[in-house]
């Protein structure tokens, strides 16, 4: 038996019965399946739903915005204007509003149509953008510290201390240099106190390590009058800038230094110098002896830098008769001069000394260790009328009996030494 579809009665059995209910099976099992194969989960068709966010009507608006300042800030007639604040990045803040507050994404984020508010009450500028809190300082009044006198010294218990500011003071007058440094590290009063130059006319740092630029700086606090820099590890740049912010010093010792050193002495602004130490430096010859004095002073009046110079010390120099001649010269004031330890001395030289002006000036001359000096040096130095000091210690041809006949003729009280030297009577020699 057929039945109107062809295809579905080739596949059933022959019954009719049997052929009705194969045919219900049959569609029913291929509807499961068409509903199981095309069914959609209900989350991905809720995101497929959504629509997007449309940025991009927003990040245009905030380009005619800000092109709309830009053109209000160009115009002339707003030169004198301050600027408006510019505008904060549209798509942060559009991005920030739909996830945290669910706002609608095309509303106008406020910045960019509100102007500032005006200031506050109290004065102060608030930023609208800026959400933090505020600090507020606060400050405690706190009682204001005794001032420190320095007319006296204060104990710890805030007592005066027993003894006046006058007897320190005059205490301190009988301190070595070394003394009075170990003293301004007791108390601040005391450092005060000390720093005045008049404890300091001299400071000496012969023999000593490195010089720092923080001493160099307390040399110049003190303004020393003389000052020691004998064997010293000191620099020519370092005495370039100390020399000139000295304009009180007098006495300047520069023994064992190279001659690089010594010529700081040729600037313009040295001060005018009483007494010059350039002992035992191998270097100084006539012709940088000559440089060093020839040097002329700044002003409207030309003479020479050292005219007014009182002593000169070269011992262990190489000089010879052309530096005596150059002493003459540039030195009319000379009183003291030191030529001790020269093999270049001789009675030539000293024949030139005793026929220049310097015979009314000079009062002390040292020629000790000088081994060709003799007994005629001392019949030509009876023309000095001044002198009174003569060093022939450790010459070999001077003789002890022209000493003594030296001192029998001159017209002052004067003694002789066993090791040959002349002096007055009662007077520290000098050393």
Request: proline share 8%.
């Amino acid at each position: 038996m057929e039945g109107a579809d062809g295809a579905v009665s080739k596949d059933v059995p022959r019954s009719e019965g049997a052929a009705v209910t194969g045919d219900i099976g049959f569609l029913l099992d291929k509807k499961r399946k068409l509903e199981t194969s095309f069914k959609i989960p209900k989350k991905k068709r809720t995101e497929e739903v959504l629509p997007e966010a449309p940025a991009a009507p927003v990040k245009e608006e905030a380009v005619a915005v800000k092109k709309e300042e830009t053109d209000r800030n160009k115009h002339p007639n707003n030169k004198h204007k301050k600027p408006r604040p510019q505008a904060l990045d549209i798509e942060k803040e559009s991005t920030v509003e739909v996830k945290a507050k669910s706002k609608p994404l095309l509303q106008t984020p406020k910045p960019l149509l509100d102007l500032p508010d005006p200031l506050p009450a109290g004065g102060e500028d608030v930023d609208e953008d800026d959400e933090t809190p505020t600090e507020t300082k606060t400050f405690t009044l706190e009682e204001p510290k005794p001032e420190i006198s320095n007319e006296y010294v204060s104990l710890e218990d805030g007592t005066k201390h027993i003894i006046t500011k006058e007897v320190w003071l005059k205490i301190f007058t009988y301190l070595q240099p070394g003394n009075l440094s170990q003293c301004m590290r007791v108390c601040k009063v005391w450092k005060e106190w000390l720093a005045d130059p008049l404890y300091w006319k001299l400071i000496n740092l012969s023999r000593f390590g490195p010089i720092f630029p923080d001493m160099l700086k307390s040399i110049v606090l003190r303004q020393p009058v003389e000052l020691d820099l004998s064997y010293s590890t000191i620099s020519r740049k370092q005495t370039d800038w100390l020399l000139p912010r000295l304009p009180g010093l007098r006495t300047v010792r520069l023994s064992g230094l190279s001659t690089n050193i010594i010529g700081s002495l040729y600037g313009n602004m040295v001060p005018n110098l009483y007494h010059i130490d350039v002992r035992w430096v191998d270097e100084l010859n006539d012709w940088t002896l000559r440089d060093l004095l020839c040097v002329m002073s700044p002003g409207k009046e030309s003479k020479p830098r050292f005219a007014d110079l009182k002593g000169l010390q070269l011992a262990g120099c190489p000089i010879s008769e052309d530096a005596i001649k150059n002493i003459v010269q540039y030195c009319p004031n000379l009183e003291f001069l030191d030529m001790s330890y020269n093999t270049g001395i001789n009675d030539r030289v000293i024949d030139n000394l005793c026929n220049s002006p310097l015979i009314y000036t000079i009062k002390s001359v040292d020629f000790s260790g000088c081994p060709n000096v003799t007994d005629k040096s001392l019949l030509q130095l009876k023309k000095c009328f001044s002198l009174e000091w003569l060093d022939f210690r450790s010459c070999k041809d001077v003789t002890r009996g022209a000493c003594l006949r030296y001192t029998h003729s001159s017209n002052k009280d004067l003694t002789v030494t066993e090791d040959k030297l002349i002096h007055p009577p009662l007077v520290s020699v000098y050393s």
